[in-house]
């Protein structure tokens, strides 16, 4: 019988998608509400899968190498992508893609093209996009970096 028909909750798929730097990872403590990696890790190789419980909801959050690390070769990326597919089948309820708003650049807006070249044209339908900053700007000149940041 399947589970959702007995109201039990099903697992909440998250996939996190980061151009460069620790957002992910602390993003993925933070949804955890656990040290899944430690603070001075700023990259990863390979793709994982860390689980644990939101809200009282069993969540999986996978982390996939950064898209921009020139670390990784093309055919190891690709296995890697391959393989973050495969941590989240069916498939993941959300992309949660963040972006560190200090060190943002013109070459990371190209993040969402990437993600439909890797994940398929349907992906960006479940992205929620996240602007993480360590605290080191006031309030409006981080307002005035929103605005002056060209999204598009």
């Known amino acids: 019988m399947d589970k959702r028909k007995k109201g039990s909750p099903t697992?909440?798929?998250?996939?996190?998608?980061?151009?460069c730097g620790p957002?992910?990872?602390?993003?993925?403590?933070h949804i955890l509400g656990r040290e899944a990696f430690s603070q001075d890790i700023t990259n990863i190789s390979e793709c994982t899968k860390n689980t644990g419980v939101l809200s009282g909801?069993?969540?999986?959050?996978?982390n996939a190498p950064n898209i921009y690390d020139k670390g990784i070769s093309q055919v190891k990326r690709e296995m890697e992508q391959r393989k973050s597919k495969c941590l989240c089948s069916p498939g993941p309820h959300a992309f949660l893609v963040t972006f560190d708003l200090e060190k943002i650049s013109k070459n990371e807006m190209k993040t969402p093209k990437m993600m439909m070249e890797r994940y398929g044209r349907h992906c960006l339908r479940?992205?929620?996009?996240?602007?993480?900053?360590?605290?080191?700007?006031?309030?409006?000149a981080l307002e005035d970096r929103v605005q002056k940041t060209d999204w598009l």
């Open 126 to 140: 479940h992205c929620i996009v996240l602007l993480a900053y360590g605290g080191n700007l006031e309030l409006p």
């Open 11 to 19: 697992e909440l798929r998250l996939m996190v998608v980061s151009s």
């Open 23 to 29: 957002s992910q990872f602390l993003l993925t403590n």
């Open 57 to 62: 909801r069993r969540v999986a959050v996978i």
